[in-house]
């Protein structure tokens, strides 16, 4: 009798533990995959601030974005959103110059004269009416982005109200769809898409992404995402990224680090901030660019 009562307490203690170790697997493991639910509507803020240094001279780029976001459809795992401007406010210094946008503070159009003058506050102009202009994502459950659409319309309708001459409105049309085509775009929404494994994961698994990017400074990007720990729904991750040069003309050596907190149920990046340094070398050139970011997301 005494030997039994003696292995009482010692077998709840082992059911005890089983059932801990048991609780504690459920809750440390989590499917991971960008599922965002059709008719929800999503918003992300994200800050920048970029110093850069070429010949000595330095330049700054401080910059605010909002973006409403909105699953207009989900189909075999294929999430279509509509994504909407809300805000852009950018702070730029390029040696003399320095140009101020503000969506929520615009300033007043220019005349064909003033623009001939002042190309800088042209530019304040354009980038001013890209408030409440919408365009097309297409994802899949990785966050890869499977197709833009809608955002040539978009750069029609910010030099639509430019008062300059037809030569001119075509040369403007054709720079910016240099730098804002399908490509960018998906450049711009990446960091917070398209990082997901679409599988369980739990503390101290590891994976890895990779992407090129285009533009003037074409680089090759390899992100190793890890699993820190997991509080209920919300994944805790530590991203390190190197940067490498895609084009052998030019020398490209970078870091990216920072943490991300994703909303599992949903994929939603809840926050998120980023330290880049990146050395570059191009015909002779040396280059430094240091950047901070930060994403706030939140569900409407």
Known sequence: MSQFILRVPAAIMVMLLVVMQACQ????????????????????????????????????????????????????????????YKKFKMHMKIMEFVLDIDTDNPGKPLSSDEIQSNPLGMMGNIFEGIKDKSFTLQLDKEGSILSVTGFDK????????????????????????DQFNEENIKDQFRPFFNIFPNNEVKPGDSWEKSWKTGGRMPSSFVTTYTVKDIDG???NLITNTKIMSDRKEMEIKGTQKGPLLIDSKSGLVISGSFDQETDAVYQNMEIRIKSKAGIKGKEL
Do not use: C, F, W
Not at 158 to 177: C, F, K, Y
């Open 25 to 84: 697997t459920k809750t440390t493991s989590r499917l991971l995959s960008l599922n965002l639910e059709k008719g929800k509507m999503y918003e992300y803020e994200v800050v920048t601030d970029q110093q850069q240094e070429m010949m000595e001279q330095k330049s700054e780029i401080r910059a605010t974005a909002a973006y409403q976001m909105q699953v207009l459809d989900v189909k075999a795992g294929v999430q279509t959103v509509k994504v909407t």
């Open 154 to 177: 978009i750069l029609k309708d910010m030099i639509s109200p430019l008062q300059v001459d037809e030569n001119s409105r075509l040369q403007i049309s054709a720079s910016l769809q």
């Open 233 to 235: 729904d919300h994944v």
